[in-house]
């Protein structure tokens, strides 16, 4: 079974300081992760995915298959990233094999 | 391109009550799925699709019931709306990359 954990509900950071959203996971296999990210009033969308090693608003987060870890990571946390940040995982290579998100964590960017 | 609609944004129901909750989608794409998304608790797969004719049970299909004539359609359908099925709805669908194009939601109320 596939499982996506996400141990912060809420994650309060000031302006200009680092943010780590953590995520850690449980599968067999080798698994596709994701960041998506949900804005105030807005749809889900994909943030960024490891596969693609890239850097997405000043975020990044690296593959962990030690740790089983994909935390996101970003190094001055601005106003506009306040919102809510869903982990998500995928057994199969496209996404075909249903994606299973972790519970999600809200951060709050203060001034 | 529109990618992934939803119908209806926000819905009253009476208790016992039946609804279909309806997803388009205009990117060909073979995979489809439906979540619910509870405070505190991320996203539950409901139910998903891999194609037209195909479906199959996500982690809390009790209560719900799909369909999927189509590419572009795959409709969720509430039968006996119970207080329990208060959520907020999200029907996705899947590049073959992986990266999942949400809905707006659908927020729901049973009452």
């Known amino acids: 079974a596939q499982r996506v954990t996400q141990p912060e509900k809420l994650l309060s950071v000031f302006k200009g300081a680092p943010v780590e959203l953590k995520c850690n996971y449980s599968?067999?296999?080798?698994?596709?992760l994701f960041w998506y990210v949900q804005y105030s009033r807005q749809r889900l969308q994909l943030l960024l995915r490891h596969i693609s090693r890239e850097s997405i608003k000043g975020f990044t987060a690296d593959l962990n298959k030690g740790e089983t870890s994909f935390h996101l990571k970003k190094p001055f946390a601005q106003e506009e990233d306040s919102a809510m940040y869903y982990c998500?995982?995928?057994?199969?290579?496209?996404?075909?094999?249903?994606?299973?998100f972790g519970t999600g964590t809200q951060l709050k960017v203060e001034l | 391109n529109a990618g992934v609609t939803q119908t209806p944004k926000f819905r009253i129901l009476k208790i016992g009550q039946s609804m279909t909750l309806q997803c388009t989608q205009d990117?060909?794409?073979?995979?489809m799925y439906w979540y619910r998304q509870d405070p505190g608790m991320g996203l539950k797969l409901i139910y998903y699709?891999?194609?037209?004719?195909?479906?199959d049970k996500g982690e809390v299909p009790n209560g719900y019931n799909v369909s999927r004539s189509t590419t572009e359609d795959f409709p969720l359908r509430l039968e006996l709306a119970a207080p329990s099925q208060t959520s907020v709805y999200f029907c996705?669908?899947?590049?073959?990359?992986?990266?999942?194009?949400f809905g707006q939601g659908t927020r729901l109320t049973v009452v």
């Open positions: 990117m060909n794409h073979n995979y």
């Open positions: 996705a669908s899947p590049t073959p990359s992986g990266e999942a194009f």
């Open positions: 599968y067999s296999g080798s698994p596709e």
């Open positions: 998500a995982l995928s057994g199969r290579p496209g996404g075909g094999n249903k994606l299973t």
């Open positions: 699709s891999v194609g037209a004719g195909i479906t």
